[in-house]
């Protein structure tokens, strides 16, 4: 039986990473799942595993909390390990944190094939250095597996056909996981259904990217406008531990009461109940759609170009005027999100299924 090592480190990938396992278990693939530790505490990680019901880890490495290079160097060092004791069969990767690049350079070093999901994805920003981790990840792997037409072409016209690769438009792996999740959200969820409302309509928002947290004038433009739009919205902010250490050390006040970061279950049921959500996030741009809500996007650019291009997602950057315009005209705007530019959620059982053929 094939071995397939999956690695993750980040919220995102713990999501995925549920779609993917019970595909694999599905196809008679044995698994060995590698968490890095890059995301590590117990909302941002432990209620992932025990709410999605993901298959534990079998090795935690514990490597977290340090700069770009060191946390990079240490995950390939310790994920090159786990793949010589393990020999697996090809190693599987998602998305584009320090762990997805570490994980398929030390396969690829080891000569095991990479498989990398969500691959083709371009912000066209170099100074991200989630643009770095994924165009070095998608360069080094064996099959590409594209969530989007856009992704495949962003790969031909970078001359990936010349490379010694498999490229596949499969779907969207999110899109999988909210299908599958949003039938039991509700009873499952437990910020959401706790959580004290007042009358005024909500906005699910999250502020985490270094871009926007490591530029105070950034991160003020976007807090100042949260503050003004809790006049007129409850606000609903899941506050990453790295970006409240940072407001509480510039002494940046909020004008209302975040909350701790929250599992898959209640983002779900934030999603189906907001009006719509401000977000820096490149997984929540595509949740939000995928629950038939618009989105203002607080980066100068996004990988989801399809969701801007149909009047989804708007880039708001960091100005505070253009996130409050933006919100205002939202306030009259019915779309129908009639189109599906992320397949039918069937990508975990393509990649299973490729995988199984090798």
């Known amino acids: ?202 906005i699910l928002a999250t502020l985490h990217r270094q871009e926007n947290t490591d530029d105070l004038n950034r991160l003020r433009a976007i807090t100042e406008a949260l503050n003004e739009l809790s006049n007129q919205y409850q606000i609903v902010l899941p506050l990453h531990p790295r970006t409240k250490k940072i407001l509480e050390r510039e002494n940046i006040k909020l004008s209302f009461e975040p909350v701790e970061p929250v599992g898959y279950f209640d983002m779900i049921e934030f999603l189906k109940h907001c009006a719509f959500v401000v977000t820096d996030s490149g997984g929540l741009q595509k949740e939000s759609f995928f629950f038939e809500r618009q989105c203002l996007v607080t980066r100068d650019e996004t990988e989801w170009t399809e969701l801007v291009d149909l009047g989804y997602n708007h880039l708001v950057g960091a100005e505070k005027n253009k996130i409050l315009e933006k919100a205002t005209e939202l306030q009259n705007s019915i779309l129908n999100f009639a189109e599906k530019p992320y397949g039918n959620g069937n990508a975990a059982e393509k990649v299973a299924s490729f995988l199984k053929e090798m």
């Not at 880890?57 to 290079?69: A, D, E, F, R, V």
């Not at 390990?81 to 690829?108: C, H, I, R």
Request: glycine share 4%; aromatic share 8%.
């Open 1 to 202: 039986m094939p071995k397939i090592l999956t690695i993750v480190g980040a919220r995102p990938q713990f999501v995925k990473a549920a779609a993917l396992s019970r595909a694999l278990k599905k196809y008679n693939l044995d698994e060995v799942l590698v968490h890095t530790g890059q995301h590590f505490d117990e909302n941002m990680a432990e209620i992932f595993f025990r709410q999605m019901e993901i298959p534990k880890p079998k090795y935690n490495l514990g490597i977290h909390s340090l700069s770009h290079g060191a946390m990079t160097g240490r995950m390939l060092e310790e994920t090159e390990k786990v793949m010589v004791a393990e020999k697996p069969s090809a190693v599987v990767v998602f998305g584009d944190t320090n762990s997805t690049l570490a994980g398929a350079l030390a396969a690829a070093k080891l000569h095991i094939p990479v498989a990398h999901v969500e691959a083709g994805l371009r912000s066209f920003n170099m100074k991200m250095p989630e643009e770095i981790n994924r165009i070095l990840t998608d360069r080094i792997s064996s099959w590409l597996f594209c969530p989007t037409e856009t992704a495949v072409n962003n790969l031909h016209r970078e001359g990936f056909e010349n490379f010694d690769a498999k490229i596949e438009n499969i779907g969207d792996v999110m899109y999988d996981v909210a299908l599958y999740y949003s039938r039991i959200s509700s009873n499952r969820a437990t910020v959401f259904n706790t959580l004290e409302r007042n009358s005024k309509p909500l």
